[in-house]
């Protein structure tokens, strides 16, 4: 049988040694390889075998990569080598004996000097009802009332303040010093209402402020749930206003048909004045009632109930007391009673006009809670004061504006069902609008 290693050889060659053939020697290390030590092959290295590591030379491919002595073992580094991204704290390095080094943290956590700003404004949590929205994580039991006080305070310390730059500012243009006479300040009825429904309308920035300041929440979370005054919502609201104006002057009329001797109020209806007369009270008007109103609003529908409506306890309270005062606060119903009593106290109002205005404060408190903003009270309070101030300047009656006296049973009687249309009317358009009634 012939051999398996090559051809026979020839009459002049010498005998063939398969082991000497070189296409049977194992491959020889590349350029910056250690050789092979002495007396080592590769595995299935071997006369007659070509190297599994080492393709044949008559194929034409690419070697495959030498044989290279594997590496020395290396230790892992102490820290990570990935680098944190821009703007952020670099990762800690780690003690071997488990402890962070000496003046570092622990690893997680962030020295105090490094760690993020804590916000000024927290916003209640969602799903928060609008009497409830001063209740956030920064509450505790002192901020209500120290807000109040402040409230309180800046008020007559801006109100003052306004009164006194309002006199000098009369007495360099008139060269006189006006003297205080009852109610008015100013012996001018048209400069004497102006002064008092600014004074009055500087209370919305004050209460926004105190809200910010002391209560650590939104400023404009006074106005509604989402923190802010909705205007689209408010013009809308007018709507309801207008239906409630026009029903009450039909339904006043009537009565006032069947009821002619119902304890009348002596009135002087007294004369158009004039365009001329009426266009400068009626711009005055135009431009300062609507912040005045919206400022009474933001004081006793804002401010008040949600400082009342923040002392409901939590709704897991043990104690038997706290779950009763929860089951009782956590209703709007204690804070609009509360808010609407000091509204009434705060007009001279008598008789059956008290009740009329507890009725009417009631009933925008209710639509406050109801579609979670004092855009709707605002819209009717506007319009109402704005038809009240605007008859006196059309009859030249403004020195009368002040006057808040009695009424007839029969005003009551007439205002409930307005008031029970503009109620109804607002929660429809409330519906179909789809507006948020509670904190997002």
Not at 222 to 230: D, G, M, T, Y
Not at 283 to 299: G, K, R
Not at 311 to 320: F, I, L
């Amino acid at each position: 049988m012939a051999s398996q290693a090559g051809p026979p050889n020839g009459p002049n060659e010498p005998p063939h040694d398969p082991a000497q053939d070189p296409r049977n020697q194992p491959p020889q290390p590349g350029y910056g390889t250690p050789p092979m030590p002495q007396g080592q092959q590769l595995p299935g290295d071997g006369p007659g075998f070509w190297s599994p590591q080492q393709p044949p030379p008559w194929t034409g491919q690419p070697p495959q990569q030498p044989y290279q002595l594997p590496p020395y073992p290396q230790q892992p580094p102490p820290y990570p080598q990935q680098q944190p991204p821009y703007g952020q704290q670099p990762y800690p390095q780690q003690s071997p004996y488990g402890q962070p080094p000496y003046g570092q943290q622990p690893y997680g956590s962030v020295p105090y000097n490094m760690r993020p700003p804590e916000p000024r404004q927290v916003p209640a949590p969602p799903g928060t009802p609008f009497h409830q929205l001063a209740r956030n994580v920064r509450h505790k039991w002192w901020r209500p009332l120290l807000g109040t006080l402040m409230l309180a305070a800046i008020a007559f310390v801006l109100t003052a303040g306004l009164f006194v730059v309002w006199t000098i500012v009369h007495g360099a243009i008139t060269g006189d010093v006006p003297e205080s006479q009852g109610d008015n300040l100013f012996p001018n009825d048209l400069e004497n209402l102006a002064s008092t429904l600014v004074m009055l309308g500087i209370l919305t920035p004050v209460v926004a402020f105190t809200a910010w300041l002391i209560q650590r929440r939104p400023p404009w979370s006074v106005a509604s749930v989402l923190n802010r005054i909705r205007w689209k919502w408010l013009l809308l609201a007018c709507l309801p206003g207008l239906g409630y104006l026009a029903l009450s002057y039909l339904l006043g009329t009537l009565v006032e048909l069947v009821f002619p001797t119902a304890d009348p109020v002596q009135t002087d209806d007294g004369a158009w004045v004039g365009f001329a007369a009426f266009i400068g009270p009626a711009l005055l008007i135009l431009l300062l009632v609507p912040f005045q109103s919206a400022a009474e609003e933001f004081v006793f529908r804002g401010w008040l109930v949600q400082t009342i409506g923040a002392y409901a306890p939590r709704s897991d309270a043990r104690n038997a007391v706290t779950r009763v005062l929860w089951r009782v606060l956590r209703t709007p119903w204690p804070a609009l009673v509360v808010s609407s009593a000091l509204f009434v106290s705060a007009h001279g109002y008598t008789g059956w006009a008290m009740a009329d205005i507890f009725l009417f404060a009631m009933t925008v408190g209710w639509l406050t809670v109801r579609t979670g903003g004092i855009e709707a009270a605002i819209a009717l309070h506007a319009l109402n004061n704005l038809l009240a101030f605007m008859l006196p300047a059309a009859t030249g009656q403004l020195d009368g504006w002040a006057d808040q006296g009695g009424a007839p049973w029969t005003l009551l009687l007439t205002d409930i069902p307005c008031l029970a249309f503009f109620a109804v009317s607002v929660v429809w358009l409330a519906k179909r609008r789809r507006v948020a009634t509670v904190s997002q």
